[in-house]
């Protein structure tokens, strides 16, 4: 699913339908209420918007946009926890942002060539040292987007 233009890159992908969906089964698997601030969204998306083209990505694959979404969307942090929850995750916001890059590499596993990539396959270490990583060290939204490139593509072979 490659995009016309990066103005279009986040209007083409269901990222609004996957972030309510994760949030609604993350709020009832840590019986939590978890609220979202909709003007720090709506800057995720701009500022997804904005990497894309200053990156010189004016028609980004969806493991680039997956990319560059989990980046703004765990720097911005626009998940916060509702004062009447008792159970906390401190990384909300950076494994939000991941598993909804990943997710929308999934929907859209056709664009990567890659018809077998599934989050399911992902090691649950890799998972928590990545959201780790997002949490404690610098990243930036090019690096996003390699990591989502080579963990999306199935690609390993460097030579």
């Given at each position: ?19 309510t ?87 859209y ?17 890799l ?33």
């Amino acid at each position: 699913m490659t995009v016309d233009t990066h103005e279009d890159c986040l209007a083409k992908v269901e990222w609004r339908e996957i972030l309510t969906w994760l949030l609604a089964h993350f709020e009832r698997k840590y019986d939590c209420t978890l609220h979202v601030d909709g003007d720090v969204l709506d800057e995720v998306r701009k500022h997804t918007v904005l990497s894309l083209g200053e990156y010189g990505l004016a028609r980004p694959n969806i493991a680039k946009i997956a990319g560059v979404f989990s980046f703004w969307f765990r720097k911005l942090k626009p998940l916060s926890y509702s004062s009447n929850s008792s159970a906390r995750y401190t990384a909300v916001n950076e494994y939000v942002g991941l598993v909804v890059g990943l997710a929308l590499c999934e929907k859209y596993k056709a664009d990567l060539g890659n018809s077998k990539f599934r989050i399911a396959a992902i090691p649950q270490r890799l998972l928590s040292d990545w959201v780790n990583s997002l949490r404690f060290h610098s990243h930036s939204p090019n690096s996003a987007t390699m990591s989502f490139e080579l963990i999306t593509t199935g690609q390993t072979s460097v030579v």
